[in-house]
T-cell receptor, first 111, second 112 residues
Framework: GQQVMQIPQYQHVQEGEDFTTYCNSSTTLSNIQWYKQRPGGHPVFLIQLVKSGEVKKQKRLTFQFGEAKKNSSLHITATQTTDVGTYFCRNNAGNNRKLIWGLGTSLAVNP | KAGVTQTPRYLIKTRGQQVTLSCSPISGHRSVSWYQQTPGQGLQFLFEYFSETQRNKGNFPGRFSGRQFSNSRSEMNVSTLELGDSALYLC???????????FGPGTRLTVL
């Protein structure tokens, strides 16, 4: 079945460094949603991308959807300790619109 | 609007017992999904309900079941608990599938 691979699984950065997580699929994705889960918390919706090549920004966060709609990325500029958490990507897939989640990228930020 | 609520927040059970978890979605949301989250396993989809009907199901054994009531509140049941069932169980609601999901705080289940 369709899978969504997220890399890296873990990332440890110094505060102020940039961070990027990638979401890749072997098949075309209808859309991508990104969620953030803080330690001890629950996932919170960040954004949805639908169009090929779409780029959206939220302050220091930049989200991209690939031209072929098979991959997506989330880039954080100048990380802060508040960015700590696990970032998940998610997609609706198939005729029965199954929800496919990546395993997440856990970000740790050293102050 | 009140958020998604889940009860109980914490639960300790022993092997072989059964457990029922409850989820109240955001008012007006008809889709309720359940997930199991364990360290390193991400969000494992259990099932999704929409207007009292199970619309989708993940790859979990039949010990895991759920239902949705006419007011969209949902329950999930796990029978004959195993140690491996220890996890955070998250409920998420949305207006419909595929749209932004709003998660509850989760129920932390520990099986001894």
């Amino acid at each position: 079945g369709q899978q969504v691979m997220q890399i890296p699984q873990y990332q440890h950065v110094q505060e102020g460094e940039d961070f990027t997580t990638y979401c890749n699929s072997s098949t075309t994705l209808s859309n991508i949603q990104w969620y953030k889960q803080r330690p001890g918390g629950h996932p919170v919706f960040l954004i949805q991308l639908v169009k090929s090549g779409e780029v959206k920004k939220q302050k220091r966060l930049t989200f991209q959807f690939g031209e072929a709609k098979k991959n997506s990325s989330l880039h954080i500029t100048a990380t802060q300790t508040t960015d700590v958490g696990t970032y998940f990507c998610r997609n609706n897939a198939g005729n029965n619109r199954k929800l496919i989640w990546g395993l997440g990228t856990s970000l740790a930020v050293n102050p | 609007k009140a958020g998604v609520t889940q009860t109980p927040r914490y639960l300790i059970k022993t092997r072989g017992q059964q457990v029922t978890l409850s989820c109240s979605p955001i008012s007006g949301h008809r889709s309720v999904s359940w997930y199991q989250q364990t360290p390193g396993q991400g969000l494992q989809f259990l099932f999704e309900y929409f207007s009292e009907t199970q619309r989708n199901k993940g790859n979990f054994p039949g010990r895991f079941s759920g239902r949705q009531f006419s007011n969209s509140r949902s329950e999930m049941n796990v029978s004959t608990l195993e140690l491996g069932d220890s996890a955070l169980y998250l409920c998420a609601s949305s207006l419909d599938r595929g749209i932004e999901q709003f998660f509850g705080p989760g129920t932390r289940l520990t099986v001894l």
